[in-house]
Each structure stands twice: as structure tokens, then as C-alpha cells.
């Protein structure tokens, strides 16, 4: 009979510990955050503009194209094209970005 108890006590009393346990362990880490661009554009940019932003970027253009071009994104001569991030950032991202990877091209040279 105390047999019996005991399976019972751990059939509800493991998950409810479970539970709680992983209710303790931090939710994975936001991995965007809109104020810290070299986290954006590590994670979403890189890949295609290089990590130091030598790639498919001219740092010589005006800052309001740059951001129209992330924006609206450009259809490549020959795929990938650049997509548009319309609706996944807000314009200010999209700027800081542009600042961002600016202040890039000018380390790297
Ligand atoms: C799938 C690859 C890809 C990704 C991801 C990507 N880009 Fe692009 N990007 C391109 C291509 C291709 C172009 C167009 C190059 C050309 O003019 O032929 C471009 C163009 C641009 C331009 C205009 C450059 C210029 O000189 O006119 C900017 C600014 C830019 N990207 C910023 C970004 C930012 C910021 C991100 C991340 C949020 C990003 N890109 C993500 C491929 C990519």
C-alpha cells in the first residue's frame, strides 16, 4: 500500500517539480535588441554584408538612400537580393544601422 502511495506521490509531485524547476531557468535571452545595432546586424546582416560591412555597402552613399535601400530592400544583379526589412524594424533601427556599419567601413580602412 505505501508502495502504491509513493508511485502516486511522484506521478503528480515530479511534473509539479519540473514545473517549477524549469519555470526558474531564464526564457532564452531576447536576441535582438532594436538599441544595440552590432547585435542586429551580427545576427541579421552579416551574412551577406561581411562582418565589417566591406561587402555590397557603400558608406559613400547618403544616409536616407541607405536606409530607403534596407527599408525597401534591392533586387540584387544577381540573387540574394537585399530584403526588405519593412515592418521587421522601424526606420530609427534601420538609421542606426546605417550609422553602425558607416563607423564599420571606417575601422576597417
Ligand atoms: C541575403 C543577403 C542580405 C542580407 C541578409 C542583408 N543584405 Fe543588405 N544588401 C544585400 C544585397 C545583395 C544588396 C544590394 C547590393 C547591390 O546594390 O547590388 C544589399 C544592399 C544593402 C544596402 C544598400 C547598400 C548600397 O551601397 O546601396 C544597405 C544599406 C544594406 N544592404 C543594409 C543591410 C542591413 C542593415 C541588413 C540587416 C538588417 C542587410 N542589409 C541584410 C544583401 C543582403
Avoid: W
Wanted: proline share 8%; charged share 20%.
Amino acid at each position: 500500500m505505501n508502495r502504491i502511495k509513493f508511485v502516486a506521490v511522484m506521478f503528480f509531485a515530479l511534473p509539479l517539480l519540473m514545473l517549477t524547476v524549469l519555470k526558474t531557468v531564464p526564457t532564452k535571452a531576447a536576441l535582438l535588441t532594436a538599441e544595440d545595432p552590432a547585435v542586429t546586424y551580427k545576427a541579421k546582416c552579416a551574412m551577406c554584408h561581411s562582418p565589417k560591412a566591406e561587402k555590397k555597402f557603400d558608406a559613400t552613399k547618403p544616409d536616407a538612400q541607405l536606409v530607403e535601400s534596407i527599408m525597401k530592400g534591392v533586387k540584387a544583379a544577381t540573387p540574394p537580393n537585399m530584403p526588405a526589412y519593412e515592418g521587421k524594424i522601424t526606420p530609427e533601427d534601420a538609421q542606426a544601422l546605417v550609422t553602425y556599419m558607416k563607423s564599420l567601413k571606417t575601422a576597417a580602412n
